[in-house]
């Protein structure tokens, strides 16, 4: 089985000042690892990905994530926040290799509200 | 960028009814998943087509049928609709035929069972 933990369920941010949300898993096999945003009664919106490769990976609107391995970690950072980054925010995690197929579906955390505040 | 298109965008059922939710994926993706989002939660898994053929099965309650088309569409058949459906409805959409690829995701159906 595969799991995703968000610690935290409401992240405060000052605009202008750096953010980190945090997301560890849990999966047998390869990790292949998402963040997703979702603002008010709209769909998710795709942000990154980590497959392999490098461990720094830089996405859509200035985010980026780093994947630790030994920490089984893939924390989503920004260095400077804006107020239109407020929203929420999904990790998820499938597995591929030995136990996962090419459609397998996303097991997501239970999502961080981020508030960026003016 | 051509995205992914669900209909209905909103539907109002009664218990017991029936519903048919349709996804449109973009264009040249093989795949499509579903997925349900109850108020307040992360969205759960329910099952995935590809090339037309069921690939994976999460929490999809039995009196739920989904499959996929020749035209890559994809219709979420729900039955005996209970209070507790009521839910975001997402469609996402993936090219895996050259490696597990991102999921898109559309805008969803929210259902509203009375």
């Known amino acids: 089985a595969q799991s995703v933990a968000q610690p935290e369920d409401q992240v405060n941010v000052a605009e202008g000042n750096p953010l980190t949300v945090k997301c560890t898993y849990s999966?047998?096999?390869?990790?292949?690892l998402f963040w997703y945003v979702q603002y008010p009664n709209r769909g998710l919106q795709f942000l990154l990905k980590?497959?392999?490769?490098?461990?720094l990976v830089k996405g859509s609107y200035g985010f980026e994530a780093e994947f630790n391995k030994s920490q089984t970690s893939f924390h989503l950072k920004k260095p400077s926040a804006l107020v239109s980054d407020s929203a929420l925010y999904f990790c998820a995690v499938r597995s591929w290799g030995y136990s996962g197929g090419g459609a397998d579906g996303l097991t997501f955390g239970k999502g961080t509200h981020l508030i960026i505040q003016p | 960028a051509a995205g992914v298109i669900q209909s209905p965008r909103h539907l109002i059922k009664e218990k017991r009814e029936t519903a048919t939710l349709k996804c449109y994926p973009i264009?040249?993706?093989?795949?499509v998943y579903w997925y349900q989002q109850g108020p307040g939660q992360d969205p759960q898994f329910l099952i995935s087509f590809y090339e037309k053929m069921q690939s994976d099965k999460g929490s999809i309650p039995d009196r739920f049928s989904a499959q996929q088309f020749s035209d890559y569409h994809s219709e979420l058949n729900m039955s005996s609709l209970e209070l507790g459906d009521s839910a975001l409805y997402f469609c996402?959409?993936?090219?895996?035929?050259?490696?597990?690829?991102?999921?898109?995701f559309g805008p969803g159906t929210r259902l509203l069972v009375l």
């Open positions: 999966v047998s096999g390869n990790p292949y």
């Open positions: 980590y497959i392999t490769g490098d461990n």
């Open positions: 996402a959409s993936s090219l895996v035929a050259g490696g597990p690829e991102t999921q898109y």
């Open positions: 264009p040249r993706h093989d795949t």
